[in-house]
């Protein structure tokens, strides 16, 4: 049986990991290449990297395919990574520096054609879409530009396209959930998963364990994200896992 | 000790490397015919299409240096398209021949379920073997793919796993094996597989 996963999420900017809330009032969590290694001990099931200084100044793709290629020489377990990607050949350098995925967000919105490109080049297992989701007015509102610019996008309609262009899974972040550590959008997760058959991965909220189920067991998410639930409290993907095993939830066995 | 692991123009090589790099052997890249004469032990990784694998393949002579390895009892082992590839031919965009070194057909995955199967997914032993010692019966694997291995003889299954169905995902056949799953990207489990391959003398 295929199993659930927990992702640790590490955001970048200026070569450090950092972390904010709603995506802004980022505070510097440590250096991204050590807190790789402690995932890897600690047995998480993926990895998934984003730059978050992607399309504003300081961006540095150099580094970030730096960064990369030391983390895969010593985590062996899948990488996503992304933040700013807008062409096949920015693609295929993260998958030559030793991304499995890379994560696609505001340039599948802004050109939508690149996700048919890249998934007929490296697959579709390659090409992850990223979706910074608010609830405004009673819709699933599309941000791009890291949260900034709100887009005429809504969720649903959104990932039925994707998923035609090719996309190989969703990462669906609740925006105004983001850092809050109140748990996820359950019914933004519900909506995504009933229009794919793609992998969901839930992002933005997790604070508990609990949250971690609910994503799981009441809106039938395929991954959970973290990063605050793991970055501020003594929690760590072992404990997590203990925890959803017991509470039923089919997760990978490592010993 | 001389560990060769194939470059032939089918993806990223370089996981594979660091991982033997990380069990504690000094594995390096070979892509001519005369540098697979000098190896003790070959991998073949890949990902990517069957058809263009075989044409690579050829076009850069190694398919009679890969015969030649194998008819030395020297182990060889395919990862992911490299382990469909030992298949007697491949199905992925129309049918080619494939290196014919365990009777099998490589066809798309028809079942329950979205594909590729990727994911974390355990194995369902049959028979024992040697790049399994020491690692537990009911742990966890990295998968990605959209074809598997259809065995002609049961007697050439190691394991299966199960995704909507139950198909094979070992292979082997004296000094031969190869695993579906990505062993260089399934932590702990995976590195130990690849150690014991640099152990292995190649016999069952």
């Given at each position: 049986m295929l199993k659930k996963r927990i992702i640790p999420m590490l955001l970048l900017s200026q070569g450090r990991m950092v972390k904010g809330k709603q995506f802004s009032a980022f505070r510097d969590t440590g250096d991204p290449v050590s807190a790789a290694r402690i995932y890897n001990a600690q047995f998480a099931d993926e990895l998934v990297f984003l730059d978050v200084d992607a399309n504003r100044q300081g961006s540095d793709f150099e580094q970030l395919l730096n960064l990369i290629d030391k983390v895969s020489s010593e985590c062996f377990m899948p990488l996503?990574?992304?933040?700013?990607?807008?062409?096949?050949?920015?693609v295929r350098r993260l998958v030559q520096s030793g991304a499995d995925k890379v994560v696609i967000t505001t340039a599948a919105i802004e050109n939508p054609g690149l996700i048919n490109d890249a998934s007929a080049i490296?697959?579709?297992q390659c090409i992850v879409v990223g979706l910074d989701v608010k609830r405004e007015d009673g819709a699933y509102r599309l941000y791009s530009h890291c949260g900034r610019h709100k887009t005429e996008r809504e969720l649903e309609?959104?990932?039925?396209?994707?998923?035609?262009?090719g996309a190989g899974e969703f990462i669906v972040n609740a925006v105004d959930r983001d850092g809050m550590m109140q748990g996820y959008d359950l019914d933004m997760i519900k909506c995504a998963k009933a229009v794919t058959d793609r992998p969901v991965l839930a992002a933005g909220g997790a604070g508990t364990?609990?949250?971690?189920a609910a994503a799981f067991q009441e809106a039938n998410a395929d991954a959970v994200v973290c990063a605050s639930i793991f970055h501020f409290g003594d929690n760590n993907p072992i404990r997590a896992r203990s925890h959803l095993l017991n509470a039923g939830v089919p997760m990978k066995l490592i010993k | 000790m001389n560990i060769g692991v194939l470059n032939y123009g089918m993806g990223n090589i370089k996981s594979v490397l660091n991982a033997i790099d990380a069990v504690g052997y000094d594995a390096h890249v070979v892509a001519a015919p005369d540098q697979l004469a000098e190896l003790t032990h070959l991998i073949i990784p890949g990902v990517g299409a069957f058809g263009n694998a075989m044409a690579n393949l050829a076009s850069a002579a190694l398919l009679e240096a890969i015969h030649d390895h194998v008819q030395q009892g020297r182990p060889l082992m395919g990862v992911c398209l490299g382990m469909q590839l030992l298949a007697t031919q491949g199905e992925e965009g129309g049918v080619n021949a494939g290196l014919d070194l365990i009777p099998g057909v490589v066809r798309h995955l028809e079942v329950d379920g979205p594909v590729p199967h990727v994911g974390w997914n355990a194995l369902i032993h049959h028979q024992e073997h040697p790049i399994f010692q020491g690692v537990k019966k009911h742990v966890d694997f990295y998968f990605v793919h959209s074809y598997y291995f259809a065995a002609q003889d049961r007697r050439h299954v190691i394991a299966e796993t199960e995704?909507?169905?139950?198909?094979?995902?070992?292979?082997g056949r004296d000094n031969i094996v190869g695993v579906?799953?990505?062993?260089?990207k399934s932590q702990d489990n995976g590195l130990k597989i690849l150690e014991n391959f640099c152990e292995w003398d190649g016999r069952c």
């Open positions: 996503s990574v992304g933040g700013g990607v807008n062409s096949v050949e920015q490296f697959g579709r309609e959104f990932i039925r396209d994707m998923t035609q262009r364990f609990a949250h971690l | 995704y909507g169905a139950s198909f094979p995902v070992v292979v579906q799953f990505h062993p260089e």
